[in-house]
């Protein structure tokens, strides 16, 4: 088979540290729906990321509960699970689910029963951080009158492999003190993901009840099948989803969308001040960018990493 | 405001018995986001239909489990549930939770915790006909090898009013025999339905998880956007999103899209043998049309519609 380029690309800079245990394997020619939940897993290990898997901020009962999907290309596989509690990997779950024809979509207590007769990791993922933040901000909603929602930065990783598979996956602990049950567009196909080889695959991050609104992730792809590159194809679809948003309702919540073409190419697009992202490919390590509403992209420098890797883990004053 | 013709369509004879019901009020200018959920009810309260509500067929555990959602197509509101049991019109929780900016699709406990909490009415949803045909299957699949999966017959209507809002909103129990926990295309926006006022709205019926592979529904509504009429809109959907699972997996499941655009015309189309649907409008009282994947329209003739009736309420043998 003719050997391409290959790209991947994710949400956020907490994707970094995985891009980087596992480029050399990817490098090898590592498949895509291999190596893709490989990167997820590393975001849902690391325990200060407060957003996914184990250290993630936990719904308004005080228990972390999970999303996460997988979606392979070639073969238009789609598996998610939704509001599962204390499995280690929920994208290892998504994945295995991808392969079933029937019921590739489980939530609940249902998924939690599949998880566990197939024997999938279990793990508090309650960290001793994450609970304090929930006190903090119970408190301060009481005390400060602040809203209880905001930080839902999901990872979503996609790559094209060496050849030419496109795979994409998502992981999220969902809105911070979201209502017990709640899911949001991270295991939505056509919302948080859609992944095609014959077009691309495209995610997204944001305030999922408004990408659900809007299936940004599927425009995105369907515009790279009309033959709009990477870049091209998610400015149109964040700019115009954020649009029909402000058009139907007056406001649009956060979007942000990352996505790679057939031809190996890569893009983002936000509608937000900041939104980073990780990127490596046949010519490119792993690089973190940011780019914001108006559409430009820079390189992260040393400072932003710096205040980024402090900020996470800072201590927590109560 | 000027009034316009108005129109409503739902997949399968069974939402006619509320299509007659309402029909009156609806002429009467009731507005869609009223309506819908008055017509999905109707199918939901009706004993002998086996995938929608009341006498839903059960889960493999033989616990019967609801999914609906509701999308008003003027402020794009969309709310959902997934996995929910022993609430009596999942439809009312749907649209309930739809006016919500956060928290807008709920599954399984929580959708249950928040179901109780804003008193919707509970009420056991196994029948015993339901029971029944559960036992009878069960016994099949052991001593004849039958597959467990048939039956996914979920009822969607929309419809544009008299004052040109477009509202849709979806309803089922799922797969007969689903895994616990199974969610399929019906509470997912743009696989299981989608609208805008400005373009129109499609809902879809057939194998939930290959539906939630191709986003028929937003690719349906994005058709009409463009400017086809409804008609040719879902033509070219249904046939494109059959296409595109037969190129990637060699087989497609069961879809049928119905859907109406903006100037207030219908369309229905499927890839199977036979698809009922039913329509009214200004000009037209409820009516039941069949389709098949030839694209052929025809009414539904007395034989027909004896013949249904008679199959709904036929006396189950064990």
New interface residues.
């Given amino acids: 088979m003719r050997k391409r380029n290959w790209v991947a690309i994710a949400t956020w800079r907490m994707a970094l540290e995985g891009f980087v245990q596992h480029e050399a394997a990817i490098r090898d020619g590592k498949r895509a729906s291999e190596f893709i939940p490989d990167l997820v897993q590393a975001v849902e290990d690391y325990p200060f990321y407060k957003s996914v898997g184990y250290g993630g901020l936990p719904?308004e009962n005080g228990v972390v509960?999970l999303d996460a999907a997988f979606m392979d290309g070639?073969?238009?596989?789609?598996g998610a699970i939704?509001?599962i509690e204390d499995f280690a990997n929920p994208i290892r779950i998504a994945k295995q689910l991808s392969v079933?024809?029937?019921?590739?979509?489980?939530?609940?207590?249902?998924?939690?029963?599949?998880a566990r007769n197939a024997g999938f990791a279990q793990k508090p993922m309650l960290t001793e951080r994450a609970e304090k933040l929930w006190q903090i901000r119970k408190r301060d909603i009481v005390e400060k009158g602040l809203a209880p929602?905001d930080g839902h930065d999901t990872v979503c990783i996609m790559a094209q492999d060496q050849e030419g598979s496109i795979v994409a996956g998502t992981s999220t602990s969902g809105?911070f003190m979201?209502?017990?049950?709640?899911?949001?567009d991270s295991p939505?196909?056509?919302?948080g993901l859609?992944a095609?080889s014959?077009a691309g695959a495209a995610a997204a991050t944001g305030?999922?009840?408004d990408i659900?609104?809007?299936?940004v992730s599927?425009?995105t792809v369907?515009f790279m099948q009309a033959g709009m590159t990477a870049q091209d194809a998610v400015d149109k679809a964040v700019s115009q989803a954020t649009a029909?948003?402000v058009?139907?309702?007056g406001v649009a919540?956060d979007i942000s969308v990352v996505c790679v073409d057939k031809d190996g190419n890569f893009g983002a697009a936000t509608n937000t001040d900041e939104f980073s992202y990780v990127v490596m490919g046949e010519d490119m390590r792993p690089t973190v960018y940011l780019t914001d509403k108006h559409g430009e992209h820079r390189l992260a420098d040393e400072a932003w990493m710096q205040a980024y890797y402090d900020e996470r883990h800072k201590k927590i004053e109560d």
């Fill in positions: 719904n509960q070639d073969t238009l596989a789609f939704a509001g079933e024809r029937y019921n590739s979509f489980l939530v609940g207590e249902g998924a939690m029963e599949y929602y809105l979201k209502k017990a049950g709640r899911v949001g939505i196909s056509g919302s859609y095609d014959e305030l999922g009840e659900m609104k809007t299936c599927f425009q369907l029909q948003l058009r139907h309702r919540g």
